[in-house]
């Protein structure tokens, strides 16, 4: 006991002063490690599209390059279309059985479950067989993106750099989101999404010590970029609508389809994710499966199988016709949910634009401003309601289209698709998938209100003391005498002054060993100073102390005298969130000429 008293009292000499930060010096050692994230995630980026190149190249044209050509250029058969899938499916399904089976789906739920479960610690085997995996399903025609598996293969990359030094787990989140941010700039150009991206999905946090880190692992990628895939923007886009005033009201109607759109094909993945689970093989061979129904979605519609860029690209421009885009949102949606299902490996962002904008672009038939417009606010409101990220989705459209003129537009449908999805749904498309494997993740940050409210709010200030002149045998006789006696009580002088605290454990072990025979407490607690706190400190300090110490009672002294002016006891603590509670539920109208505190 003395020495975790002596522990808490050393952590409580070297407490940092309050400020609105918590950040030190030990942010710029993180800032220099994501240099190396970040430029590692980039080359990671280009090694994954040159895989599914070569991957997509070599099954459909029978050539190896590295250049991306698309999938309904094809002159393969029927039957290759159906089987090419299958067998990219296997494949999958079997470096999951025999590999890591962290490879199956699109990667970011499993990265969520890395930073909030696994201490931030990834495998070595996940960077390897991730992009490998997902090259094999988009290649052979999944109607994937690269952004989840890269997102995924970035975290790991940055897990695993992180691992090779002494650092927190809190540290190791910081450079695995670095490098799953550091990622997705690679593969789009849009470093402003990808941070809000890391804040709004990924850190579960808003401080210095982890955005800094991740903005620079950013930045390292953005300059990177142009010398691994160029410069020119992913998606070329040079609408510029003249919109009428009700354009606002429209962007909200685009929002509300979004949203329901989105909430029925969550739905619909873990409706065909559940009918999947009464097949009667191993979930090896599901992939497979999966891939036969992409196959047979590919005869319908080639254009649906693979990333899709180029599809995006047609969206934006124009060059599509209405019955194209129909039949692409209906052959996309189902090959999209049941390969996904599956458990095949590959991203949902691209799928998600191409759904979008389909919808929006078909909606864009009737609103001022042409369907390509339309297609791109679709897009945004699709990604902001399906993956709950409204800002990250705003961002990613002006980003990708360098539109920074429709900002109004697109804030209003992805706030309006955002709406809806979190009151239609309790859980997005990424965390659904971690609910199922028994883990609740909250997505609402908010202030700690250990960290607002200080001692002297919630101290008892009436204290019951022991004096250091009361003898052993009465202390002894006072602990002993009613069972409801609080285990532990500050011991002070005359004047008012803390000795030190004593426990009833301390007096039943003073009785066995003889220490009250003509003594007083002053004889036993002098010399050692209690656990103290002081009531301009931060209620979270206190629950340190507590922890620390394994102390279910502090006395709380002034600064000056060191007075025992109050006591906090764990019960006091955990009465605080009844309070935060209750403030959620009360509901009161004040009016204006009433006096406010």
Not at 2 to 17: F, L, V, Y
Not at 84 to 104: C, H, Q, T, W, Y
Not at 296 to 305: K, N, R, S
Request: aromatic share 6%; charged share 15%.
């Amino acid at each position: 006991m003395r020495q975790m008293i002596e522990k808490a009292r050393g952590a409580a000499r070297h407490r940092n002063k309050l400020g609105d930060f918590t950040a030190d010096r030990r942010v710029l050692l993180l800032i220099g490690m994501a240099l190396v994230v970040g430029s590692a995630s980039a080359v990671t980026a280009w090694i994954l599209l040159k895989l599914i190149a070569l991957v997509s190249n070599w099954v459909w044209f029978g050539q190896l390059s590295g250049t991306s050509i698309p999938l309904a250029q094809t002159s393969r058969g029927p039957l290759w279309m159906v089987l090419a899938p299958a067998v990219g499916g296997l494949a999958i399904g079997l470096m999951a059985r025999f590999g890591s089976e962290k490879i199956r789906g699109h990667g970011i739920p499993e990265a969520i479950e890395a930073i909030l479960l696994g201490g931030s610690r990834m495998q070595p085997m996940v960077a390897v067989l991730k992009p490998l995996s997902s090259a094999i399903s988009i290649g052979t025609g999944g109607p994937f993106g690269a952004e989840g598996p890269i997102i995924m293969t970035g975290g790991a990359v940055g897990s695993l750099f992180a691992q090779c030094f002494h650092l927190t787990a809190a540290e190791r989140k910081t450079l695995l989101v670095a490098g799953a941010a550091a990622g997705m700039t690679a593969i789009f150009g849009t470093p402003i999404a990808a941070v809000l991206l890391a804040v709004e999905l990924l850190l579960f946090e808003w401080k210095p010590r982890s955005f800094l880190p991740v903005v620079t692992a950013v930045i390292v990628c953005a300059v990177c970029r142009p010398l691994l895939f160029g410069q020119a923007p992913l998606f070329p886009f040079a609408e510029h609508p003249n919109l009428p005033l009700w354009a606002m009201a429209a962007a909200v109607g685009v929002g509300l389809v979004a949203g329901l759109q989105s909430g029925l094909m969550t739905r619909l993945l873990y409706a065909a994710e559940d009918m999947f689970d009464f097949i009667p093989l191993h979930w090896m061979w599901w992939p497979a499966l999966g891939g036969l129904a992409v196959g047979l979605g590919g005869l319908a519609d080639p254009h649906a199988l693979g990333v899709g860029y180029d599809v995006i690209a047609n969206l934006l421009s124009g060059h599509t016709t209405a019955h194209e885009v129909g039949r692409l949102l209906l052959v996309k949606s189902a090959i999209w949910i049941v390969a996904l299902a599956s458990g095949t490996s590959g991203g949902v962002l691209a799928p998600l634009l191409i759904l979008g904008g389909s919808a929006g672009w078909l909606e864009g038939q009737m609103l001022p401003g042409g369907p390509s417009f339309w297609a791109l606010v679709g897009m945004a409101a699709m990604m902001g309601g399906t993956m709950r990220s409204p800002l990250t989705g705003v961002m990613f459209a002006i980003e990708l289209t360098g539109n920074i003129e429709m900002l109004p537009v697109l804030l209003a449908a992805t706030g309006t698709s955002y709406a809806v999805t979190v009151l239609l749904l309790k859980r997005s498309i990424l965390t659904e998938k971690i609910a199922r494997r028994g883990q609740h993740v909250t997505r609402e940050y908010s202030i700690d209100q250990f960290e607002l409210l200080r001692v002297a709010d919630v101290m008892v200030k009436n204290v019951d003391t022991l004096p250091v002149s009361m003898p052993v045998d009465d202390a002894v006789a006072f602990f002993t005498a009613d069972e409801h006696r609080h285990k532990s009580y500050p011991v002070v002088t005359a004047d008012g002054r803390l000795a030190g605290m004593v426990a009833r454990s301390d007096v039943l072990r003073w009785r066995t060993e003889g220490a009250h025979q003509a003594a007083t407490l002053d004889d036993l607690v002098s010399d050692t100073s209690a656990v103290s706190a002081y009531p301009d400190e931060v209620l979270g300090r206190v629950a340190d102390l507590m922890v620390s110490a394994d102390l279910g009672r502090i006395p709380i002294v002034d600064r000056d005298r060191h007075l025992v002016v109050g006591l906090i006891a764990r019960k006091d603590l955990l009465r605080i969130r009844s309070v935060v509670n209750e403030q959620e539920r009360d509901r009161n109208a004040y009016f204006m000429w009433e006096k406010v505190a």
